[in-house]
């Protein structure tokens, strides 16, 4: 009768309960997470003194922390996106704290993917972006490991960033599998994930990547698109400029 009585309360429980409960699981799994994070990062200092085969174990660790950290962070956006969250007004933000936030765990899961990641973004580090923080920090990280993902061995990842007097818009570039048009839409969706999954035009990548990518981007007050440069796939996230 209990489990009755447990099916029937989980069924009638509302978006606003499951986006609350979820909301709490993110929050409990985040603190331990800090905790180790933290912990490597002090770590890290006595790298070099290791043998190659502790050092690939730290390296390992640190990759599946940060790993488990951002799974947290789609958490967390789906709890937000379920209990319709009220709106966060954008504020001037620096493009460079937001860039910095993201690209040391980025270029360690490229070398962990065997993937090259190029930076061409210096031209924008001194100009401000109206934007919601940490959502800007979250869909561009989100963007990044997706491409780095789903990247081939050896392939390169394009990171990137142009400037005009309204917006300032970020790009990234891989040589992994087209996200057609037809398919965008869903894969930017909550409920497509799982259908997704087995679809490599899906894009699909850990922690609902792009799922959180483009939730993240509406939190932030960004725009995002997917795109075809040449042959290879792109994202762009743009923000106001903000001295527009």
């Known amino acids: 009768m209990s489990t009755l009585r447990n099916l029937r309360q989980a069924t009638e429980a509302t978006p606003e309960d499951v986006g609350a409960l979820t909301g709490l ?11 180790m994070l933290s912990n490597l990062s002090f770590m890290s200092a006595e790298v070099d003194s290791l043998n190659d085969e502790l050092r690939e174990v730290f390296e390992d660790l640190l990759l599946s922390v940060e790993s488990m950290t951002r799974i947290t962070d789609s958490l967390e956006v789906f709890g937000r996106e379920m209990s319709a969250a009220p709106v966060e007004l954008p504020q001037a933000v620096s493009a460079s704290s937001v860039v910095d936030a993201i690209l040391p765990q980025a270029k360690r899961a490229a070398g962990s993917h065997g993937v090259t990641l190029m930076t061409a973004w ?5 100009r401000e972006i109206r934007a919601v923080e940490p959502h800007a920090s979250r869909a561009l990280s989100a963007l990044l490991h997706n491409s780095i993902a789903l990247s081939p061995s050896r392939g390169e990842v394009l990171f990137q960033a142009r400037a005009d007097a309204q917006q300032i818009v970020f790009s990234i570039l891989d040589s992994g599998p087209i996200l057609s048009t037809e398919i965008a839409p869903r894969a930017f969706s909550a409920l497509e994930q799982v259908g997704l999954k087995t679809n490599p035009e899906g894009r699909y990548s850990r922690g609902l990547g792009l799922y959180v990518a483009g939730a993240s981007a509406r939190a932030a007050g960004g725009e995002l698109r997917a795109l075809t440069v040449g042959d290879r796939n792109a994202f762009e996230l743009s923000f106001r400029s903000a001295s527009s």
Do not use: E, G, M, T
């Open 25 to 35: 699981l993110a929050h409990d799994l985040r603190n331990p997470l800090a905790a």
């Open 122 to 126: 210096d031209s924008v580090a001194q």
